[in-house]
């Protein structure tokens, strides 16, 4: 279809694939957490991460998935560096303790793909009661990049290689509430407008990118070894 076929400033289209798009790089060297990387997108860039040399840690909520997966890129790539680590976005001790352990670890992060999300239509609350796809798709990646900033900005001042931010949105964020996002009514579903909710977290990503990008734009200005940020949408 002519859509995913039209190339972009950058060469590629909406229908080239991970492979593609890194084909000649080397990622020897650097480190990412990519989240949701149980299964479709997530997976798939933690797999084509580790082909180009990237140490991949992938953020699962689903340890057997998570496991299962890392396998399956270890099996057809043995030299793969993959790590899994337990994540759920919904939950901010989660959140908080997989930030925590990381840190423990002493790694080096120089991406950070906030990739995990649901669609849900049934009306849920998270752990942390806000509702479900809000939770999980906005603030449970706004904060672990809050909490992962500065091992992000030592890393790319100690190895003078710029940091990256994917946040993964969708078309959707289009499609909002007329008002945008509902601050005040966050917990109520929209009953027949199911999708508007998916939506306005959808619009939540492009907001905290546009404004990451704003602040680390300056921060950037003072110290040329400052990560800049870069969202991703489909
Ligand atoms: N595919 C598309 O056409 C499309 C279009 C627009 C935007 N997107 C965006 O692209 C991203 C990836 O979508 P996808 O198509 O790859 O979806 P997917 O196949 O449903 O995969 C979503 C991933 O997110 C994980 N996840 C869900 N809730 C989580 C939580 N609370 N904590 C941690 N991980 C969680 C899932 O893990 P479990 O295995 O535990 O469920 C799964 O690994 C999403 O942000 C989505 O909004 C996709």
């Not at 991949?56 to 057809?76: F, P, Q, S, T």
């Not at 706004?142 to 078309?171: C, H, P, W, Y």
Request: overall charge positive.
């Amino acid at each position: 279809m002519w859509l995913f076929s039209k190339k972009g400033p950058s060469g590629f289209s909406s229908s080239s694939t991970a492979e593609e798009v890194t084909q000649g790089i080397d990622g020897t060297g650097l480190t990412a957490i990519v989240t949701g990387a149980s299964g479709g997108i997530g997976a798939e860039t933690s797999r084509v991460f580790a082909l180009r040399g990237v140490h991949v840690i992938m953020g699962v909520r689903n340890m057997v998935a998570g496991v299962k997966v890392k396998e399956a890129i270890v099996k057809d790539n043995p030299a793969a560096k993959v790590d899994v680590m337990e994540l759920d976005l919904g939950s901010m001790a989660s959140v908080k303790k997989f930030a925590s352990e990381y840190k423990s670890t002493g790694l080096a992060l120089n991406i950070l793909i906030n990739n995990a999300g649901v669609l849900d239509s049934p009306s849920k609350l998270s752990q942390d009661n806000i509702e479900l796809m809000f939770a999980t798709n906005h603030i449970g990646h706004f904060l672990l990049t809050n909490l992962l900033l500065d091992t992000m900005k030592e890393t790319a001042q100690r190895s003078n290689v710029e940091g990256r931010i994917i946040i993964v949105s969708s078309l959707g964020h289009r499609y909002s509430y007329p008002e945008g996002i509902r601050f005040d009514k966050i917990n109520e579903r929209s009953g027949s407008c199911g999708p508007f909710d998916y939506n306005q977290s959808k619009l939540a990503n492009v907001l905290h990118a546009n404004e990451l990008a704003r602040r680390l734009k300056v921060l950037r200005k003072i110290s040329t070894n400052i990560s800049w940020y870069y969202i991703l949408y489909f």
